[in-house]
């Protein structure tokens, strides 16, 4: 299993950025996918998840209404797009996904929010 994320920057608050998360090594169509973020100095914590399908999503409540996830399940890809960035959203953005009850975790992507 192997999860690649890119997309992650630098951006001004109030902008938009948008993560993707490939999955190889797995029927990632079969899989809830799921973006988690870490701080500095802070635990990591669920920001979004998505069921095979797409039909169930959840959001942390810190990002609720500003972030969507998605997938693609045709390019083994999940999405994070994100709005109304804060600089409290400053964080490295990881992407994980569950198979055979072992957890991956991709590299993490950072995402810098700061005028």
């Known amino acids: 299993v192997q999860l690649v994320e890119s997309g992650g920057g630098l951006v001004q608050p109030g902008g938009s950025l948008t993560l993707s998360c490939v999955g190889s090594?797995?029927?990632?169509?079969?899989?809830?996918m799921n973006w988690y973020r870490q701080a500095p100095g802070k635990e990591r914590e669920l920001v979004a998840s998505?069921?095979?399908?797409?039909?169930?999503?959840n959001y942390a409540g810190s990002v609720k209404e500003r972030f969507t996830i998605s997938r693609d399940n045709a390019k083994n890809t999940v999405y994070l797009q994100m709005r109304s960035l804060k600089p409290e959203d400053t964080a490295v953005y990881y992407c994980?996904?569950?198979?055979?009850?072992?957890?991956?975790w991709g590299q993490g992507t950072q995402v810098t929010v700061s005028s």
């Open positions: 994980k996904t569950r198979v055979s009850n072992v957890d991956y």
């Open positions: 090594g797995f029927t990632f169509r079969s899989y809830n």
């Open positions: 998505i069921s095979p399908r797409g039909g169930i999503i």
